[in-house]
Structure formats: structure tokens, C-alpha cells
Nanobody, 122 residues
Framework: QVQLVESGGGLVQAGGSLRLSCAASGRTFSSYAMGWFRQTPGKEREFVAAISWSFGSTYYADSVKGRFTISRNNAKNTVYLQMNSLKPEDTAVYYC???????????????WGQGTQVTVSS
């Protein structure tokens, strides 16, 4: 069982930066792939970024590539999402997810956090 708690969301102006954190409970954090997804009202949950458990390989949605960076600290059981050059279209609730499989599909993740709101003003 893994419990995930996101933090770091908030209101920021376009062009600004935020860093989201996701703290995980459980002793096997290092063996889970971690992902970040986002969702706006009336839309499907959208893949943002993922990081593998083994070599720390990273994957990004085209819409955030070059602006967002996912990283993990296994000693702290935490995964991060550094978001730079934020745009109003990045406004969403951001969710952290974990699973042995991972990937870019939300169906590949068993465990989810409660989400944190990110609002980017123009």
C-alpha cells in the first residue's frame, strides 16, 4: 500500500515557476514508477510526466517538454515536478501517481494522491 500527498500548488503569473512535491509512504517507494497527471473540469485526466523506478528514465507530454522537469529522491520518498515558463493552459489540478508499471496512461497507476490546484493567471 502506498499513500501519496501532493503539495506546492498555488497561483502564479504566466511565465512564473512552481515546484510540486509528492511525498509517499511505504518502504518500497524506490521500486515504483511515479507519474504526474493533470485534470481540468469536464476533461479527461492528462499525462504530464513520469519517471521510472529503475534508471530514473523520464518521459514528458509534448505540451510540457522543455518546461517541466520530473525528479525523485528515493531517500526522501518524494517525487518532484519543477514547472517553469508556466502558461494559463497549465491551469489544472495536478495529481501524483505510483505503480510498479507506470507509463503515460492513467490506467497504469494504482495509487493516487488527492491532487493540488495550480492556477496560472495571464
Amino acid at each position: 500500500q502506498v499513500q501519496l500527498v501532493e503539495s506546492g500548488g498555488g497561483l502564479v503569473q504566466a511565465g512564473g515557476s512552481l515546484r510540486l512535491s509528492c511525498a509517499a509512504s511505504g518502504r518500497t517507494f524506490s521500486s515504483y514508477a511515479m507519474g504526474w497527471f493533470r485534470q481540468t473540469p469536464g476533461k479527461e485526466r492528462e499525462f504530464v510526466a513520469a519517471i521510472s523506478w529503475s534508471f530514473g528514465s523520464t518521459y514528458y507530454a509534448d505540451s510540457v517538454k522543455g518546461r517541466f522537469t520530473i525528479s525523485r529522491n528515493n531517500a526522501k520518498n518524494t517525487v518532484y515536478l519543477q514547472m517553469n515558463s508556466l502558461k494559463p493552459e497549465d491551469t489544472a489540478v495536478y495529481y501524483c501517481a505510483a505503480d510498479e508499471m507506470g507509463g503515460s496512461s492513467s490506467s497504469g497507476y494504482k495509487y493516487w494522491g488527492q491532487g493540488t490546484q495550480v492556477t496560472v493567471s495571464s
